[in-house]
T-cell receptor, first 108, second 120 residues
Framework: GENVEQHPSTLSVQEGDSAVIKCTYS??????FPWYKQELGKRPQLIID?????GEKKDQRIAVTLNKTAKHFSLHITETQPEDSAVYFC???????FGPGTRLSVLP | EPEVTQTPSHQVTQMGQEVILRCVPI?????FYWYRQILGQKVEFLVS????????KSEIFDDQFSVERPDGSNFTLKIRSTKLEDSAMYFC??????????????????FGPGTRLTVL
């Protein structure tokens, strides 16, 4: 079945720095790639997604890049703020599989 | 903005008891899902539901689990005889179009706030 991995598992950055989280997947048929943000005790919320017909998508401070050949996609957060602190999950939703999560801590 | 809702927010039960978790999906959505998340772990898929029947289920969704859409608005998850290891946060989700294996069009899933199930 589908295998989804994320790196790193934890990430600490200084406020204002950039953060990058990488997700790898195994099913080459996957063509939709979302990132979710989950704050402590709350629901996962979609923050950005990308479809396989594009290589990059940006929404203000957040961007996602996709390398379909290498089967990985990455979340980029620029000018990080303390409220960006959360667990971030990637997913291969067509196989109903979430990644293990990356805990991002933005230090003031 | 419409949201998926879930009740109760927290359910405490004794091992062996039956529990029913309730969800109200977004009204124009056609596909419904249950996921669970054990504390500190990743989100795990349980089941998807469309047109009054299960369309996909995972290995976790064994005979102890069942889902139902008893009326036009509610979507329920029943666990017949709870075990200690069923303790987790259970999330309901819905989408307009379906998530299906193998490349069909995808539409965004909206998650409910979750029900925390504690089995003692």
């Amino acid at each position: 079945g589908e295998n989804v991995e994320q790196h790193p598992s934890t990430l600490s950055v200084q406020e204002g720095d950039s953060a990058v989280i990488k997700c790898t997947y195994s099913d080459s048929a996957s063509n939709y790639f979302p990132w979710y943000k989950q704050e402590l005790g709350k629901r996962p919320q979609l923050i950005i997604d990308i479809r396989s017909n594009v290589g990059e998508k940006k929404d203000q401070r957040i961007a996602v890049t996709l390398n379909k050949t290498a089967k990985h996609f990455s979340l980029h957060i620029t000018e990080t703020q303390p409220e960006d602190s959360a667990v971030y999950f990637c997913a291969a939703p067509q196989n109903f599989v979430f990644g293990p999560g990356t805990r991002l801590s933005v230090l003031p | 903005e419409p949201e998926v809702t879930q009740t109760p927010s927290h359910q405490v039960t004794q091992m062996g008891q039956e529990v029913i978790l309730r969800c109200v999906p977004i009204s124009n959505h056609l596909y419904f899902y249950w996921y669970r998340q054990i504390l500190g772990q990743k989100v795990e898929f349980l089941v998807s539901f469309y047109n009054n029947e299960i369309s996909e289920k995972s290995e976790i969704f064994d005979d102890q689990f069942s889902v139902e859409r008893p009326d036009g608005s509610n979507f329920t998850l029943k666990i017949r005889s709870t075990k200690l290891e069923d303790s987790a946060m259970y999330f309901c989700a819905s989408s307009v179009l379906g998530l299906t294996r193998g490349g069909d069009p995808y539409n965004e899933q909206f998650f409910g706030p979750g029900t925390r199930l504690t089995v003692l």
